[in-house]
């Protein structure tokens, strides 16, 4: 399936292990390098916010420090449904006029943008079902034999203990984090019968995760509505 890309989206899709900013900025629909510019800046602009409180040495208080910071400055940033695109929790986190910021996506993407500021080899864990709710998406941290989990959705979220033993933990990096910027998307369009631009999103969530159990069974429901059958059959087979 040929997938239309900009200028950035390119780099992005060429990049062998992209850095996780620029890249969730351009999945969330970033077209030109001015605008790619203008929220890295205000991605430091977070980030020395945040730093300018901390006096901690290693790198792993200062993550937490900055975790502690961005709760403290936005008691109820958690938003279920909420902002997922990366400009738009950046907007939020730094207006002090708005109450929330994003959801768990959004959430965890901000923080462990800021976490990869501080020298730490942050990812994420994918799971179908957490909270008595559908899939979910958080930050971890593996260091020798202990894993940290960063639940983003509660301000005592620091080294969650609850998922450890959740069955079904897929590990993600920058690039399954960022197809998942994708997918939410194509999902959004899905939603309302916007089926070509969800089935476009869907291809850049695979193309970025060819793993993605979820990207292939949506993609493969829009193609069947539009009648493609054959295409559809491809991906329902792949999700199984």
Known sequence: MRIKSSSLEKDLFSAAQPDLAPGALIASGIKSSADLNSYLAKLNTLYQ????????????????????????NKPNRYQYQGNFRLQDVLDAQLDPNMEHVGNCLGLTVLYNALAQRCGLDMKAVYLEEAHGRLSHVFSTLVRGDITIDVDNIFPFGFDF????????????????????IYHSIG????????LEGAILNYSKAIRLNPKYAKAYLNRGIALSMLGREKEARKDLEKQV
């Open 161 to 180: 203990k609850d998922h450890l033993d959740s069955a079904g933990r897929v590990l993600w990096g920058n690039s399954e984090l960022i197809a998942d």
């Open 187 to 194: 999902w959004a369009l899905h939603e309302q019968g916007k």
């Open 49 to 72: 916010q945040a730093t300018s409180e901390i006096h901690t040495g290693s790198k792993l208080k200062k993550a937490q420090a900055i975790f502690d910071w961005l709760w403290a």
